[in-house]
């Protein structure tokens, strides 16, 4: 098996270094809904992992929440709300849209409001072998203080540029990072030995995948934006406390989800979350929207590509509906196609040729039924290969057609809720009602509804 390595920049064989493939994914900053983006992540390495297990691994996953952030706190000032309340909302948020899609859940996800303790160790350690310094109760890294900076990112110093603008004189160089910074009046803080403040961004991850995965682990995976500076940092970081090389293995990067010509994210305003993609089509199509391009490539976002995946899908779930265990002629073989979809995920992840494979199967298998052959086998290996992809296969849910007054009355409980400010379970019944095949649609006259499936 072959994977692409962005630290080397080059497709190399997949060696773990136990039996036991140790794998950490950076995870969302929680200050609103995911959207399709963060789904693309999450989706692509849910499927690198359950393609390592049917490999015959065993994995330990680990995915952070970034709970404490610039973004999380001036979200909260701005709804009059405590900012890790903010954020344990969208934690939620954030787990009722990943279950929806059969994303796995992680062995362990850290938050780094937790794991202050770890972050200020880290820090103190850096501090100790010369490689950051305290300024202004703030502490920064000394990025010339690493010979191998910009061996993520396969830049030169020269090339960089710094990451936010401190006042002058608090930095001994611009290229240099925050570690800990000091803190601001009416923001989140705890003790440090540079007195009170929070923790910076790269130094979180770094310490987490320490604390739980150790000096050095397999993958370490994330979008491309993360390339530079943050996942540059994490290494930076580590490998100057711990003294050990490599942080991690294999570094892993999925393409950028696009609106058009831009990146889909919340600062554009260009974004479409995982709940409004769910009104509008199953999960298993989400999926295969994910999955139709390799995932380190770009992927635009378009309603005809999300209806084009509906529509795969359903062909897929036509492939394994009604099964044909007769035998009247023949079996219809399908080790060659398992083969071809293992040859093909072996090759980088390349789940949208195993998709074809799928595609291919599912063709042999209609056409299978048609001549009588007994198509049972066939039938569980597409399922069995459509799992590995996370696809349920499931067939949408369908109301009776005299379920009108009781989707009024959730409609009547859910207006009732928020105007309690109820909001989670003003949004479970909306999220319930569209896994149903319902969609609202809350207007000035107030909220209509419709059957989407």
């Excluded at 930095?171 to 540079?194: M, Y």
């Excluded at 809720?417 to 896994?435: M, N, P």
């Amino acid at each position: 098996m072959k994977v692409f390595n962005t630290l080397s920049g080059r497709k190399e064989e997949f060696r773990p270094e136990g039996e036991t493939v140790t794998m950490y994914v950076c995870g969302v900053t929680v200050y609103d809904d995911c959207h399709i983006g963060h789904a693309m992540s999450y989706v692509v390495f849910d499927v690198i992992r359950r393609y390592l297990e049917f490999k015959g691994y065993k994995v330990k996953y680990v995915q952070n929440f970034t709970d404490i952030d610039d973004k999380i706190i001036n979200r909260a000032q701005q709804l009059g709300m405590p900012a890790l309340e903010l954020a344990e909302k969208y934690i939620s948020e954030y787990f009722r849209d990943m279950d929806a899609l059969n994303v796995k859940r992680a062995d362990v996800y850290p938050r780094a409001t937790e794991e202050i303790p770890k972050i200020i160790e880290v820090i103190q350690g850096l501090i100790t072998k010369g490689y950051a310094y305290e300024s202004g109760g703030s502490v920064y890294f000394r990025v010339r203080s690493f010979p191998d900076y910009g061996k993520l990112s396969h830049q030169s110093l020269d090339e960089m540029i710094s990451r936010g603008s401190p006042e002058e004189g608090e930095k001994e160089s611009p290229l240099d990072f925050a570690l800990w910074k000091a803190a601001k009046p009416g923001e989140p803080s705890w003790s440090s030995p540079w007195g009170e403040g929070r923790p910076g961004w790269h130094i979180e991850c770094s310490a987490m995948a320490l604390r739980y995965l150790g000096d050095s682990f397999d993958i370490h995976g994330g979008g491309q934006d993360l390339i530079f500076p943050h996942h540059e940092n994490e290494i930076t970081q580590a490998e100057s406390f711990t003294g050990v090389a490599p942080f991690a293995r294999y570094w892993l990067h999925n393409g950028l989800l696009q609106m058009g010509e831009d990146k889909m994210s919340k600062s554009l305003g260009n974004l479409i979350t995982v709940k409004e993609a769910l009104e509008r089509c199953s999960p298993d199509a989400v999926r295969l929207f994910i999955l139709g391009s390799h995932y380190r490539s770009p992927l635009t976002y378009s309603e005809e590509a999300l209806e084009a995946s509906e529509t795969g899908i359903e062909r897929l779930r036509q492939a394994v509906r009604d099964r044909v265990e007769t035998g009247r002629k023949a079996v219809l073989g399908s080790e060659p196609f398992k083969r071809r979809f293992t040859e093909s995920m072996d090759d980088d992840f390349n789940a949208a040729q195993a998709i074809a494979v799928l595609f291919e199967l599912a063709r042999e298998i209609n056409r299978a039924r048609e001549e009588e052959l007994d198509i049972a086998e066939a039938q569980d290996t597409l399922a069995e290969l459509a799992r590995v992809l996370g696809f349920t296969l499931e067939e949408p849910a369908k109301l009776p057609l005299d379920a009108e007054p009781f989707i009024e009355l959730l409609i009547s409980v859910r207006n009732d809720l928020r105007q309690a400010k109820e909001w989670q379970l003003a949004d479970k019944i909306r999220s319930q009602l569209v896994e149903l095949g319902i969609t609202l649609e809350d207007t000035s006259r107030g909220t209509d509804w419709k059957r989407n499936r």
